[in-house]
């Protein structure tokens, strides 16, 4: 778990991108976002989309590990923060993990010959979790898409 803390210290903030754009790596992400918003979806036609806060809720968020063992069933939703305030905000995102010696790897019932080839390599959890941290501080690939390149099967 993690506790992110915008601190606006009493100025206002002009619109400001704090934390860009990203898909989460684990399994899936409980994420607690307080009132004052700013947390952003993107769309499957690429706009971004306000994610409005509710009081008492949680958003949980499909990760690409997930994605990965899925078959890609499920995707990983990228996201990022876009603020603009007077006030602090803070958000709380919980991770679940894999074991981190597991291996990714979908189950057969997940994949077939026609319409849900198999889409990724196997991979283990640790190593991925460790290539794709040093990804994001490095800013060498697009995390968006870090685990296609990572563990993508490409066709044709
Ligand atoms: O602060 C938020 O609302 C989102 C945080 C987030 O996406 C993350 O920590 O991965
Ligand atoms: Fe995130």
């Known amino acids: ?6 601190w606006s210290g009493g100025k206002f903030m002009e619109e400001e991108e704090v934390l860009p754009p990203h898909t989460d790596i ?16 993107r ?3 690429g706009k971004w989309l306000n994610v409005k806060p509710v009081s008492n809720s949680f958003i949980v968020n499909v990760a690409d590990s ?21 006030r ?25 010959d026609k319409i849900h080839p198999r889409r990724y390599r196997p991979f ?3 190593q991925f979790r460790r290539d794709s941290l040093l990804n994001l501080f490095s800013k ?3 995390p968006v898409t870090f ?6 099967i490409s066709r044709g």
């Not at 958000?91 to 993990?97: E, G, I, R, T």
């Open 1 to 6: 778990m993690r506790i992110n803390h915008l």
């Open 26 to 41: 684990a399994c899936f992400t409980i994420l607690y976002q307080d009132d004052e918003g700013g947390l952003q979806i």
């Open 43 to 45: 769309s499957d036609e």
């Open 66 to 86: 997930l994605k990965a063992w899925s078959n890609g069933r499920y995707r990983s939703a990228e996201h990022r923060v876009v603020y603009k305030g007077w």
């Open 88 to 112: 602090d905000r803070i958000s709380v995102p919980w991770f679940a993990q894999f074991p981190y010696d597991k291996e990714i790897w979908a189950p057969a019932e997940l994949v077939d």
């Open 124 to 126: 283990t959890f640790s």
């Open 140 to 142: 060498q690939e697009n």
């Open 147 to 152: 685990v296609e390149s990572y563990a993508g």
